[in-house]
């Protein structure tokens, strides 16, 4: 997992609730990212952020809310907004945000269950 | 575990045997592609990487051959063990603008057999 915590492994929220995912990387890198990923499907990129105060949306960002007030950390809130949020969530980082050819890595994941 | 092996392609072999895992990517202006492991609850692990301006790139056990002409990348892994059961995926990278995004595919869930 190359240093990339997620925590806590497994989350349970009731439906109406607000939750928040935890991502650290003490690597330096740059950039972070949140991804979902669905049973049979590809990894779908939630938000993303190349730099400290600086945020992008990803292709499923809506019902979810992030910020990156430190390099190290990038935090996901998943809102009652969202329609679907069982998922397993997994955070990345990437040294180089300008780099195309630069490898990202990822974190161990959070399963968020929604009772 | 995660149930993320369901409705995947498959490919089961014996212990010792080489595996071929491919993958078809979308994006022909993709300059960067990578291969990840993923086992059951875990996150993906990083396996090898190869730049578009490559053919073919060799780490241990492992070996990945891209031909753009096709938009084809496959991962070749040798003498395959039981510890190499896992669901792999590719991914390429099209950078739009100045973002660097990854586009995954879905990924092919490998079965050694002892």
């Known amino acids: 997992d190359g240093g990339i915590t997620q925590s806590p492994k497994y989350l349970f929220r009731k439906e109406g609730q607000n939750v928040t995912l935890s991502c650290e990387q003490n690597?330096?890198?740059?950039?972070m990212y949140w991804y979902r990923q669905d049973p049979g499907q590809g990894l779908r990129l939630i938000y993303y952020?190349?730099?400290?105060?600086?945020?992008q949306k990803g292709d499923i960002a809506e019902g979810y809310s992030v910020s990156r007030e430190k390099k190290e950390s990038f935090p996901l809130t998943v809102t009652s907004a969202q329609k679907n949020p069982t998922a397993f969530y997994l955070c990345?980082?990437?040294?180089?945000?300008?780099?195309?050819?630069?490898?990202?890595?990822f974190g161990p994941g959070t399963r968020l269950t929604v009772l | 575990g995660e149930s993320v092996g369901l409705h995947l392609p498959t490919l089961s072999v014996q212990e010792g045997d080489n595996s071929i895992i491919n993958c078809a990517y979308s994006?022909?202006?993709?300059?960067?592609f990578i291969w990840y492991k993923q086992e059951s609850g875990k996150g993906p692990q990083f396996i090898i990487d190869?730049?578009?301006?490559?053919d073919k790139r060799q780490g241990q056990r492992v070996t990945v051959l891209l031909n753009k002409t096709v938009k084809h990348l496959s991962l070749q892994i040798a003498a395959t063990q039981p510890g190499d059961s896992a669901v792999y995926f590719c991914?390429?990278?099209?950078?739009?603008?100045?973002?660097?995004?990854?586009?995954f595919g879905k990924g092919t869930l490998l079965t050694v057999n002892p």
């Open positions: 994006n022909s202006a993709s300059d960067y």
């Open positions: 990345a980082s990437r040294k180089e945000r300008g780099l195309s050819t630069d490898t990202q890595y």
């Open positions: 991914a390429e990278n099209f950078q739009g603008g100045s973002n660097y995004k990854l586009t």
């Open positions: 952020s190349q730099i400290v105060n600086d945020f």
């Open positions: 690597l330096n890198h740059d950039a």
């Open positions: 190869i730049r578009s301006n490559m």
